[in-house]
């Protein structure tokens, strides 16, 4: 699948934009602060509805503008296969509409998934030295793209979450408590035991690529670490010790006003050398860490939802030296289309990528 036409109204910097793009991707070149990051942003938002800096819909609708409307059509990878428009349009009253060939799409869950989509920026050190919600962004986009049903769980969580953190500190009533715990502790073991097998999968590629990318110099692991500790053999094991925990938490959370236990506190260990990465790797370490982070997802939805997906590579590789650059480059290429954002590119890219300058507002195609 590629992105074969983008059209941004309203979105951050663009008022009116409409560009064609081959199956092989973009370069798109150009000063700071020119909106290089806002056209990824924008095919971030149509192939995940989300943005890739975690920015909210109101901030990327452009000043002064009421709402913002996205479209894209997207090519299947197989030959005959039909082209389907995405389009997205949200407003600042928070109205929301996401339509796939003009019929209304309901749900996040419908949305995800059909056009995969990896980013790569600098952004992504975050994920080894910044804080455990970055962590679980990362697992939890990977698994809504390849598991429809991981995003229904996620939300049924956050919905029964919210109301039992509603309840802390304004009532002890055990009936109104358990409806909530029941339904939060039914999808936190559906969520725990996807994030736990989609590590498993992830460990061996990440170890293998990070070796890859340094030439074998130390070893790489991922692990999952629950904040809520217990020793389980099956899923439904796990849920009751869970629910026991919530319903024992109560008036510790009542004190807290939050519930502070379950996969919304879970945490992902990366280690190199057997070591805490965060702690005792170097820079350079660590932003290899977490590009075999990145590509190591790309092999999972590869191998979930086959070839053919996006990258939106901001900036992410040119900060490291010059050796790992050019060990990375060819793990991406020919894998699926590449758009890339650089004030200057400084590597050479494989043919069928369109060279544009962005300025202030435009798009030129260089050729
Ligand atoms: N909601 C918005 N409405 C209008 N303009 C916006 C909005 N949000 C951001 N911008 C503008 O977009 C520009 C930044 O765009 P972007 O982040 O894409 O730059 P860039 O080309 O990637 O730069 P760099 O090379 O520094 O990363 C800034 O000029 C900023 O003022
Ligand atoms: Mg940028």
Redesign the pocket.
Known sequence: MHLQTLSLQN???YISLSIAFPPGGAL?E????????????GIHMLCTGRSQRGASRA???????EAAFLEGGFCPSSPGGAMATASLGFSRDKKVAMKIDGEAVGSYSEWFGERPAVSFGTDDLGLVYGAPDGRRKFLDMLISQIDRAYLDALSSYRRAMACRNALLGRTGDPVQFEIYEQAMAESASKIVFRRVGAIEELRPAVSEIYGEISNHSEPAAVEYLQKFKCDFSCAQEWQNIYLKSLVERRPRDAELLYTGVGPHRDDLRFLLGGRAAKAYASQGQCRSFALALKLGSVRLIERHRGGGMIFLV??AVSELDHERTSRVYPLLEGRGQIFI???KCQFALGGGVLRCA?E?GKVVIAG
């Not at 150009?30 to 942003?41: A, H, R, S, W, Y």
């Open positions: 979105f951050r910097s798109l150009g000063l700071n602060g020119v909106g290089k990051t806002n056209i990824l942003e901030e990327m609708i452009s000043h002064g503008q901001d900036d954002a650089t004030p962005v202030d």
